[in-house]
């Protein structure tokens, strides 16, 4: 990795930082963790991370394996995918299409948390922006630890890609 690549990660800070009342809040205004309680969010707090994003840095890359779900605290992200034949190589702005774009309370990184395959398009801050990331592994081990919380997360997960699929079709 160069110094230029090092420099335009995110910056991550530890959530001992912040409050975890504060973390407990930002999971719940997620549609992904509405119905669970203070203590089932709280499951979620090991090895999480609170990303800091600047203009245009990359929390997702197309093509790429993404083994996290994200929230985002705050800001805006960008979902764009290149119609480049090869999304390694310089790719101009005519070649991407904004999918769509997710604000405070929303998650992204779903689809590869899913199924384990390489990130359909990329997400990328359209302004200075925060989002808390919860590695594949501490999801999948809440997941298996409690059937209750399995069954309402992945209930609502239903819910959002098929609002979001009837907003795409409206497109």
């Known amino acids: ?19 975890e009342g ?7 205004q997620s ?7 203070e203590g089932d969010l709280r499951l979620f707090f090991k090895d999480l991370q609170i990303l800091n994003f600047k203009p245009m840095d990359e929390a997702i890359s197309q093509d790429q394996y993404s083994s996290a779900l994200y929230i985002v605290s705050s800001g805006r992200f960008l979902v ?5 034949s090869n999304v390694h190589h310089a790719i101009s702005e005519d070649d991407l ?8 309370g929303q998650c ?32 999948d081990e809440v997941m298996m630890s409690d059937y209750r919380i399995a069954k309402t997360v992945y209930y609502n997960l239903v ?3 098929t609002e ?7 497109v």
């Open 80 to 84: 764009l995918r290149s119609t480049a």
């Open 1 to 19: 990795m160069s110094i230029a690549d090092a420099m335009s990660l995110p910056q991550r800070n530890p959530h001992k930082e912040i409050a």
């Open 159 to 161: 819910l959002i890609l």
């Open 108 to 139: 992204f990184g779903e689809y590869s948390l899913m199924d384990r395959q390489p990130a359909s398009a990329s997400v990328v801050a359209a302004e200075r922006s925060q989002a808390i990331r919860i590695p594949r592994a501490v999801f």
């Open 31 to 37: 549609k992904m963790f509405d119905g669970l309680n």
């Open 164 to 170: 979001r699929l009837r907003k795409s079709l409206k």
């Open 97 to 104: 299409i904004e999918l769509d774009t997710f604000s405070k």
């Open 22 to 28: 504060e973390l407990v809040n930002w999971l719940a």
